[in-house]
C-alpha cells in the first residue's frame, strides 16, 4: 500500500528539511528563525503553493483578519467605490472586506451593527448615519478598531476621514452666481444626516456672502435618492416658481430633479441650472451631463482602509484620533450652462 504524502503544512515541512513547528514559526512570526532556514522555508512554500488556512492564523494571532464597511445605501453608486478603494488597501494586507447594507429607518443599522461585532471582525468602517448613542457605546465596549467616513464618532482610538463638504458646496454656489443664477434652491437628502448638514452649510454661508439672503423656503429635505429628487423639487415649486437654480446634496437627487423638472415643462439649464455632488458615473452620461462635485469616493475608501491598518499594528490603544480632510474638486459641465441652441 503507498505510503501517502503528507498536506499542507506537513508537505512545507518534509520539502524543507525542518520540523512542522519550525514552519509554524515561521509563519507566524512568534519566535526567531535563522536566515537560512527562514530562506529553506519559504522556498518550499513558494515551490508547493502553500497558502495557510486563515481560520489556523486567527487562533494564533487572535485576529480575524476581517474588516466590515456600514452604509446606508449600497445602490448609491457612491458607496461602492469607497468599497472598491478600502478593498485596494485590505486585500494585499490580507484582510478580507465584508459591506453591509444598513438602510434607514436606524433599527435596522443597530441590527446590522449587533452581526456585525458578534463575528468579531478586527476593524469597523463606518459609513452611515443613523447611529445611535447606544450603537456607538457598543461599539466602544467591544474595542474593535473604528474609522468613520465624514465626522468623528468620539470613540477612543478612533479615525475618521471626510472629503471638504461645506467649501464643495460653496464652489458650486459660487459658479452659479457667476453665471447670473440668483434665485437658488437647495434640495437636501434626510435633514440630520452629517453630510447634509454640512453641505447645507455651505450653501447658506456663500450665498450670505454674497449678500443674498437665505430663508427657511429655500431648502427642502428628503431622500438621497432619484425619487428624493423628483419630490423636492414639487416641494421647492409649490413654495415658489421663480427658482432660475437648484443645488443637491448628492447626484441621485440632482438626475431625479431634472427629470421632474422637465415633467414640468422647465428646461435645464434653460430655465433652471441644476448641481449635485459626488461625480458617479451617471452624472456624465444624462442630458444635460450633471456639473457636480468630484468627491473623490475611492480615495476615500483607501485612506480608511490604511488608518484601520495603523491601527492594527498600535499598541497604545489610547493613541490620537487622526482626521483626515480630502480635497474636492468642481466639474462643470452642461446642467448649468446654456445649450448650444440657447447661446
Known sequence: MPTKKPSGIAAVAEEAGVSVSTVSQVLGGNRPVSAQTRTRVEAAIDKLDYR???????????RTESVALIVPDITNPFYPLVAAGMQDVLLPAGYL????????????IGEVLRHVLARRVDGIALGTYGLSEADLARIADSGTRVVALGRDVEIAGSDYVESDDESGFAKVVEHLLSTGRRRIAFIGGEENAHPNVLRLRGY??????????????????????????REGVDALFARNGGWDAVVCANDLIAIGAIERLRELGRSVPGDVAVTGYDDIDAAALISPSLTTVENPAREIGRTAARLLLTRFAETDEGAATQHITLSNRLVIRGSTAPTPQER
Not at 495557510?52 to 486567527?58: T, Y
Not at 472586506?97 to 435596522?108: G, H, M, R, T, Y
Open 97 to 108: 472586506l465584508s459591506v453591509n447594507d444598513a438602510a434607514l429607518p436606524s433599527a435596522n
Open 204 to 229: 447658506r454661508s456663500t450665498l450670505s456672502a454674497a449678500g443674498h439672503a437665505t430663508a427657511a423656503d429655500d431648502a427642502v429635505f428628503t431622500a438621497f435618492t432619484r425619487e428624493g429628487g
Open 52 to 62: 495557510p488556512h486563515p481560520g489556523a492564523r486567527s487562533l494564533r494571532s487572535h
